[in-house]
T-cell receptor, first 116, second 113 residues
Framework: GAVVSQHPSWVICKSGTSVKIECRSL??????MFWYRQFPKQSLMLMAT?????????EQGVEKDKFLINHASLTLSTLTVTSAHPEDSSFYIC????????????FGPGTRLTVL | KNQVEQSPQSLIILEGKNCTLQ??????????LRWYKQDTGRGPVSLTI?????NTKSNGRYTATLDADTKQSSLHITASQLSDSASYIC????????????FGTGTRLLVSP
């Protein structure tokens, strides 16, 4: 149990385009989902915390207008990278918490974004 | 400042050998400490979790220890296998539960045949 999926697993896009990444909890309802970014050989950095039905809470330094997060249901959260630039190229990982933000997080497999 | 430091940064061992990875943290107040295994291009997968009162936790060939007084943890891998090649990340939660995780930079382990 507690499986989290992400789609796509990798994406290549041109600079200036927008890319949407989906995060789904397959066998549980996730009141809270988290979005992380990981650059090569670095640790995961929390970008935002997403609660179902409400606006996401962004970490300091993360542009909310550039990284749009929608958590429309208890099993789906989406991250849209708007007007992507090469510096947005990274590994994006989501996690989902069962029952609320204070509970264990289960991580998705990640999405590799490359912006040309 | 809440930090998690891991050592070594990278490690190469021969298949079948044992190894120990270290984690020091300054996160306070402390709630729990978790070790994750992250294969290249994949999300982290939980290996062990320990709360303040736990000193050791095993998961197959993985054994984690925790000294909450010195704020140190270790992950011992026994009889390493090629599939153990991955990054091992120490993660500390500074609040009750699992939100606001503080991630270490990881130890990259390569098990060589």
């Amino acid at each position: 149990g507690a499986v989290v999926s992400q789609h796509p697993s990798w994406v290549i896009c041109k600079s200036g385009t927008s890319v949407k990444i989906e995060c789904r909890s397959l066998d549980f309802q996730a009141t809270t989902m988290f979005w992380y970014r990981q650059f090569p050989k670095q640790s995961l950095m929390l970008m935002a915390t997403s609660n179902e039905g409400s606006k996401a809470t962004y970490e300091q330094g993360v542009e909310k207008d550039k990284f749009l997060i929608n958590h429309a249901s208890l099993t789906l959260s989406t991250l849209t990278v708007t007007s992507a630039h090469p510096e947005d190229s990274s590994f994006y990982i989501c996690s989902a918490a069962i029952g609320g933000p204070g509970n264990e997080q289960f991580f998705g497999p990640g999405t590799r974004l490359t912006v040309l | 400042k809440n930090q998690v430091e891991q050592s070594p940064q990278s490690l190469i061992i021969l298949e079948g050998k044992n190894c120990t990875l270290q984690c020091n943290y300054t996160v306070s107040p402390f709630s729990n400490l978790r070790w994750y295994k992250q294969d290249t291009g994949r999300g982290p997968v939980s290996l062990t979790i320990m709360t303040f009162s736990e000193n050791t936790k095993s998961n197959g060939r993985y054994t984690a220890t925790l000294d909450a007084d010195t704020k140190q943890s270790s992950l011992h891998i026994t009889a390493s296998q090629l599939s153990d090649s991955a990054s091992y990340i120490c993660v500390v939660s500074g609040v009750v539960g699992f939100q606001k995780l503080v991630f270490g930079t990881g130890t990259r382990l390569l098990v060589s045949p």
